[in-house]
């Protein structure tokens, strides 16, 4: 069984800074891509960036230059950077792992259960 576990999450105000990190344990033989995704209140859950597992990153438009995506693939860690935060940076944040458990099983998607990011004005 695998779990991702988010923390980092907080009050903050606009033009703050805030790191989510994103721990995976249990049964993992390899870890694929990973991303973060948030969902704020009435929306959607959106794409925000990923990192596969050699290191290319992407991001959604509206967070490009201010947030960063990394990972410390030897403690099976995800992280988020988050920098000049806004308003509208508001939501849930979750993170999710294509992870392969077993040596002859395709790997599945896991994800966590979210960390709030709150920015006042």
């Known amino acids: 069984q695998v779990q991702l576990v988010e923390s980092g999450g907080g009050l903050v105000q606009a033009g703050g800074s805030l790191r989510l990190s994103c721990a995976a344990s249990?049964?993992?033989?390899?870890?694929?891509?990973m991303a973060w995704y948030r969902q704020a209140p009435g929306d959607q859950r959106e794409l925000v960036a990923y990192?596969?597992?050699?290191?290319?990153?992407n991001y959604v438009e509206s967070v490009k230059g201010r947030f960063r995506i990394s990972r410390d693939n030897a403690n099976s860690t995800l992280y988020l950077q988050l920098n000049n935060l806004k308003p509208e940076d508001t939501a849930v944040y979750y993170c999710?792992?294509?992870?392969?458990?077993?040596?002859?099983?395709?790997?599945?998607?896991?994800w966590g259960k979210g960390t709030l990011v709150t920015v006042s004005p």
């Open positions: 999710k792992g294509n992870i392969q458990t077993r040596p002859n099983d395709y790997a599945a998607d896991y």
């Open positions: 249990g049964s993992i033989l390899k870890i694929n891509l």
């Open positions: 990192i596969t597992g050699g290191g290319l990153t």
